[in-house]
T-cell receptor
Framework: GAVVSQHPSRVICKSGTSVKIECRSL??????MFWYRQFPKQSLMLMAT?????????EQGVEKDKFLINHASLTLSTLTVTSAHPEDSSFYIC????????????FGSGTRLTVV | DAKTTQPTSMDCAEGRAANLPCNHS???????VYWYRQIHSQGPQYIIH???NNETNEMASLIITEDRKSSTLILPHATLRDTAVYYC?????????????FGKGITLSVRP
């Protein structure tokens, strides 16, 4: 089946630094990828939708200058949390699909970000 | 906002069938019903999806009512590893940019 690899699985960074999270589709080309954030005991909240070769579409209330998304190829999307602060500590999850996916949407295993 | 409503939680005995209900009374004709589950601290796992016909795969069965306003996910023989949060989501399958909007899901606890 379709596999999405997300890296790193855990990261701890200092307040004010930037962190990059990678999301790769391993055995299919992902024209569209999605980024979610999940706080403890809450559901997944969609942050943005990225399409290969174009600018990401951010959900209302998500700062695009803080959460930089790049989808430069059909197999890789990255999320960079810039100038991270403790309130950015969360579980970040990516998802990918193709235009003809028969699996629905495939999710990465998530990245636990802790900002200290 | 999520377009589905699910009970907050339920439990079932190991080896028995788990029937997870979902209401989606405002579903439109082109929207599919998706089920995902999330085990603690992992990414959601695809289970099954369907449009109007009942569907079955190696993991579960999906029963959609004729009016499509509700559905039931059936795990035929629940195991302890099926303990997770199960999300019922409606979305357009044919559009590449269609996004999945997660509600609160239902927490299934499988007891020994």
């Amino acid at each position: 089946g379709a596999v999405v690899s997300q890296h790193p699985s855990r990261v701890i960074c200092k307040s004010g630094t930037s962190v990059k999270i990678e999301c790769r589709s391993l055995d299919f080309q992902a024209t569209t990828m999605f980024w979610y954030r999940q706080f403890p005991k809450q559901s997944l909240m969609l942050m943005a939708t990225s399409n290969e070769g174009s600018k990401a579409t951010y959900e209302q209330g998500v700062e695009k200058d803080k959460f930089l998304i790049n989808h430069a190829s059909l197999t890789l999307s990255t999320l960079t949390v810039t100038s991270a602060h403790p309130e950015d500590s969360s579980f970040y999850i990516c998802s990918a699909r193709t235009g003809a996916s028969s699996y629905g949407y495939t999710f990465g295993s998530g990245t636990r970000l802790t900002v200290v | 906002d999520a377009k589905t409503t699910q009970p907050t939680s339920m439990d079932c005995a190991e080896g028995r069938a788990a029937n997870l209900p979902c209401n989606h009374s405002t579903i439109s004709g082109n929207e599919y019903v998706y089920w995902y589950r999330q085990i603690h601290s992992q990414g959601p796992q695809y289970i099954i999806h369907g449009l109007k016909n009942n569907e079955t795969n190696e993991m579960a069965s999906l029963i959609i009512t004729e009016d499509r306003k509700s559905s039931t996910l059936i795990l035929p023989h629940a195991t302890l590893r099926d303990t997770a949060v199960y999300y019922c989501i409606v979305s357009y399958s044919s559009e590449a940019n269609s996004k999945l909007t997660f509600g609160k899901g239902i927490t299934l606890s499988v007891r020994p």
